[in-house]
């Protein structure tokens, strides 16, 4: 199954400011996911990325605060804008190399906002 | 609409112990359902896969079920060790639209040595 590599691991950031996330991995995908898992939460999909076309967000996510590009079909990234303290959370990436095929998730990235 | 749900949300048991988790979801639906474990802070490991035509699958010390016209799985773990201590999470792919991954809200076990 395909290796994802996520960066950064964490961060601590200021309310205000925009942290951009980037997923890479090891094979081509057509889709990646980003999911946000909040404290003591389970994950919930923030949108499917594909690759030359826009993404598909989620109910109760939007384009303007968790703009993602997918330039190619390794690479995607999310970014987190004009943060505040309740976008403090773990934010994953996620892909599958087809449709029967089990889902690879990257390592997370631990975003406090103060 | 798919829920999953998982029981118990927590579990505490003495090291060695055998042990089973349990996930349930609404609608059998799926491509296939998925283990996972995911540590403090951490992203999450696939454990098992089980496509919706299996019934079981192994790895090691782990063994997972499906029933899928009950809407059930169960992951069996052996011989417990207290680096088995982790959240352990249920996901089922739905065959509509985009193929999504639902989740339960996991079950967080750990092993007293």
């Known amino acids: 199954s395909a290796v994802i590599s996520q960066k950064p691991s964490r961060d601590i950031c200021q309310r205000g400011t925009s942290l951009t996330i980037q997923c890479q991995v090891d094979s081509q995908v057509t889709m990646m996911f980003w999911y946000r898992q909040q404290p003591g939460q389970s994950l919930t999909l923030i949108a499917t990325a594909n690759q030359g076309s826009e993404a598909t967000y989620e109910s109760g996510f939007v384009i303007d605060k968790f703009p993602i590009s997918r330039p190619n079909l390794t690479f995607s990234t999310l970014t987190v804008s004009n943060m505040s303290p309740e976008d403090s959370s773990i934010y994953l990436c996620?892909?599958?190399?087809?449709?029967?095929?089990?889902?690879?998730f990257g390592s997370g990235t631990r975003l406090t906002v103060v | 609409k798919q829920e999953v749900t998982q029981i118990p949300a927590a579990l505490s048991v003495p090291e060695g112990e055998n042990l089973v988790l349990n996930c349930s979801f609404t609608d059998s639906a799926i491509y296939n359902l998925q283990w996972f474990r995911q540590d403090p802070g951490k992203g999450l490991t696939s454990l098992l896969l089980?496509?919706?035509?299996?019934r079981e699958q192994t790895s090691g010390r782990l063994n997972a079920s499906l029933d899928k016209s009950s809407g059930r799985s169960t992951l069996y773990i052996a011989a417990s060790q207290p680096g088995d201590s982790a959240t352990y999470l249920c996901a089922v792919t739905i065959i509509q639209g985009a193929q999504k991954l639902v989740f339960g809200q996991g079950t967080r076990l750990t092993i007293n040595p």
């Open positions: 089980i496509q919706s035509s299996q």
């Open positions: 996620s892909a599958r190399q087809g449709q029967r095929s089990g889902y690879t």
